[in-house]
């Protein structure tokens, strides 16, 4: 099964090979519920045992559940040729280089078990000794390491003598001597593989009286999962959401009380549609997993706070108190996957929902979860707004995703043009060599001696009196690792290649051991590190120049954007803080019952919305989504010529005119920028040129910190707010609306 990874799982990947070369024995892999875990820690191993060999990897799950015949199976279904073992295996066969065993804890450690004890067979610890004295070296991968983080774990992790100790988690428990590789959230969300928001609570009332906490929540939870499932259907999709319900332990009657809900709402164990999974229950579990599965309501306790993935579900109803801070972040994990891996643009699907009366649960889950947890209401647009309309631009091109095969062919092919390369490696080698290129056992770098007057000098390297020294350092491929890793995914950038791409089509070149026609050299392993680390900036300029043909043919089959009417959405999930004091309600916003306290918003944009709801030359304003096709968006081109989908973040209303505005970073006291994005020249390039075609007025704003006040580019930009460019919004705003008032008179 060929699974395909997010540029953040490759670089988990590469940083984790990294740190096998560290000094540093602790490594702490941090990452959500949902990152793919598992698929970056079997693909690593994989990665490491075909690089180095004498390895034994040993993953060790937590001790309930079968956690590592789960783990072994992802392994042996996404990696190809994997050596897997459990214990048992272990205990029958030893250990042998670049196994990777997985062991459930609870069968190491539990009283009464064998393996640790003297006997007829032999023992665990005695097959760890036969290994050591082998020669083989163990790294130790502890999963769920949150609840694997105990004094008798670390007794048994001593067995090993383990070179590396890999602790993985969404909360682990990290020493401060640890080397630490957390996996940012935000780009979990950005691959599609987890639900971008969780809403609290959504359209509670703000004083709410209930005879039943049952019967209130679990009403809001299956009208949610009827929405869900309907805006599914409609898009085709057979994809039954479903609902968690968790209570508390030792509460039968309380379980009574839920199943008699559900079961008048047609959700029962008899027609399958209800299951349950409790320490002395389980029913209709079989297929709870599949995206059309039968089942829409699961009654747990603590049994799948972890290890238990089940992408369909949405929605948790929690009826438990008293649960710890580690817990809540697991259990809430289970709701955050998306179906599908991908986001479906729409707020509905996109979002997962928890409904409690548990204030102490909410707080945990804020605390965590920071701005991706929030209290939601939906909210209708006014009838005033419905026609108010705008030409929306949207992408036909496909993102520009290399071949490699024909990226390969082009690599080829310059090689032989250019230096007469042909089948005969060997003497491929001396044409390469006598070009330029170095073939040696080192790592080779220039320093230079001498003595200079000034600095344009030594950049320059024109004094006399300067000496460039060669610097011949023993290849290590561990210690060399990290800057072979960095150099290939450098190339790779320079043509749009992915890492993996580039790594492919390098040792298809290059390296002997890789079966490749057309190959150009027949290097070891070894001596590929040496060759793309001594002749990277050679490598970076021919690989250039090869795909120059390529690269020109894809820019010229550049579809043009389509042109589409934008409509403001009639309705929107609107998110805020409901623990503001005071939830003042902003009139000018388009849609009735929004709140000042809305999030997520940056300081620029709440700034931005206070000031359009007291200016009196402001009519209306309107919030755009950042992604999705009922949005409002503009075309742009990145430096890789692929086409990509600018969201304005306010349309205003001014005088009957539509301006369209976008909040960017504002800037320090020195004056030096906040903005982040990388894109703002082109963005605003690209902004400016729909408005002067549309007829339209806009621009980018800043919050000035000097000032605090708003400021407005709208026709050079700059980064510079002390700049011409930047003019007061208020000032601005003002002009326009007297310019308007004296053409209407």
Known sequence: MQIRLAEFQKDAICRLMDAMASPKRDIVLKSCTGSGKTIILTRFMDTFCREYGGTVFIWLTPGRGNLEEQSKAKMDRYVRGSRTKL????????????????????KLTKKGNTALKEGECTNFPERIQQALEE????????????????????DMIRYFHAKKIIRCSATPRSGKQALVIEIPESEVI???????????????????????QVSYLLEKAVEKQRSLRGEFLKRGKEIN????????????????????????????????????????KKENLEGIEEKNGRQEAVIIKQAVATGWDCPRAYILVKLRDNMNETFEVQTIGRIRRMPEAMHYENDLLDSCYLYTLDEKFTEGVRHHLGRNALDAMTLSLKPEFHEITLKSEKKTMVPVTRDDVAALHCMQDWYSKKYGTDTRTM???????????????????????GRVATLDEVLESRHQGLH???????LDTHKHGRAYHHTVAELGRAVSLSYRQMNV????????????????????????????????????????????????????????????????????????????????????????????????RSSGEKELEKFCEERMEIDWFYKNGDQGAEYFSIVYRDGAKNQRSFYPDYLVGIGGRIWILETKGGFQKS????????????????????????????????????????CICMEDYSDDIDSSSWRLLEEVVEEAYAEISESES
């Not at 670049?98 to 609870?106: L, Q, V």
């Not at 950005?190 to 039943?212: C, M, P, Q, T, Y």
């Not at 003497?427 to 001696?449: A, C, H, M, P, W």
């Not at 409509?567 to 803080?577: H, Q």
């Open 87 to 106: 214990l048992e295996d272990v205990l029958a066969e030893g250990f042998e280089e670049n196994d990777a065993c997985f062991i459930n804890w609870e």
């Open 135 to 154: 020669g083989l070296t163990f790294a130790i991968i502890v999963d769920e390491s949150h609840q694997n983080d105990t004094i008798k774990a670390d």
């Open 190 to 212: 950005a691959e599609g593989l987890i639900k971008k928001v969780l809403i609290i609570n959504e359209n509670f009332a703000r004083n709410i009286s209930v005879d039943s």
């Open 241 to 280: 959401p479903l609902i968690i319900i968790q209570i508390p332990n030792k509460s039968r009657l309380l379980q009574e009380e839920v199943e008699q809900y559900l079961q008048k709402h047609g959700l029962t164990y008899e027609n399958g549609r209800l299951a349950v999974w409790l320490s002395d």
């Open 427 to 449: 003497e491929n080698q001396k044409r390469l060599e006598v070009s330029g290129y170095i073939f040696t056992d080192s790592i080779r770098n220039y320093t230079i001696s």
């Open 468 to 474: 460039v020294i060669t610097i011949d350092e023993p």
């Open 505 to 600: 089509i390098l040792r298809r070149l290059f390296d002997g051991g890789v079966r490749s026609s057309g190959k150009i050299l027949m290097l070891t392993t070894r001596e590929v590190y040496g060759f793309i680390l001594n002749n990277a900036r050679r490598l970076k300029e021919d690989i250039r120049h090869a795909m120059a043909d390529m690269l020109e043919q894809e820019i010229m089959q550049i579809d043009a954007k389509t042109i589409v009417d934008f409509f403001i959405p009639r309705s929107c999930v609107f998110t805020y803080d409901s623990r503001a004091k005071k939830q003042k309600e902003m009139k000018k916003n388009v849609y009735r019952g929004y709140l000042a306290s809305a999030e997520t």
């Open 671 to 710: 004056g030096k920028s906040e903005d982040i994005d990388l894109f703002s020249k082109r963005k605003f390039q690209v902004l400016k040129a729909y408005l002067d075609g549309h007829g339209l007025q806009g621009g980018f704003v800043r919050l000035d910190e000097k000032s605090r006040q708003l």
